[in-house]
């Protein structure tokens, strides 16, 4: 009887922790979907080219994306990534001056995004623009280095017709 009841009580226990097993699991997988489901797009929407025929700094991509849009004097359409290449701080706009500057240690970049003072050895990144239609689409998963002549490269710019 007493091994009866040793044998039962080792199921019941077997039985829940199989049970909190497979609630702990489902958990989990929940949260890795809801994780994957909330992870931001490498690719966005930056409107049309219509939007840009200003040469200049467009901003409005700074916070949601870390990109600022800039039509070039030459008239190419580069999208810049905002952060410094420094240490990764965040550059502000200075349109008086026409430079981006970074707030941590001054460091300066022209339009182009060329470093032209302070610490920065090389210039901001450039990440893969292109049409889709008339619509601009920006990929933040590639990106484009001026030290290493990637400016010229497909896809490092968009050139409007005019
Ligand atoms: S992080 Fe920008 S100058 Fe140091």
């Given amino acids: 009887m007493f091994r009866f009841r040793i044998s039962a009580l080792i199921l019941v226990i ?9 609630w702990e699991i489902r958990r989990a997988e929940n949260q890795i979907r809801e994780m ?6 490498a690719v966005f929407v930056a409107g049309r080219l219509e939007e840009y025929t200003q040469a200049g700094v467009y901003t409005k991509f700074k916070d949601p994306h870390a990109v600022w849009l800039v039509r070039l004097s030459e008239g190419k359409l580069v999208a810049i990534r905002s952060i410094c290449t420094h240490l990764g701080c ?3 706009w200075q349109a008086n001056e026409k430079k981006f500057h970074c ?3 001054g460091s300066e970049f022209d339009m182009n995004g060329l470093n032209i003072s302070g610490p920065a050895k090389r210039p ?4 893969k623009i292109y049409l ?29 017709q005019s």
């Fill in 36 to 41: 994957i489901a909330e992870e931001p797009s």
């Fill in 103 to 105: 707030p941590c240690h």
């Fill in 90 to 92: 965040t550059p502000d």
């Fill in 124 to 127: 901001l990144e450039r990440h």
């Fill in 132 to 160: 889709d239609g008339e619509t601009i689409m920006v990929d933040k998963s590639t990106t484009f280095h001026g030290e290493l002549d990637q400016w010229t490269q497909a896809d490092s710019f968009v050139l409007p």
């Fill in 14 to 22: 077997v039985v829940c922790i199989s049970v909190w097993a497979y």
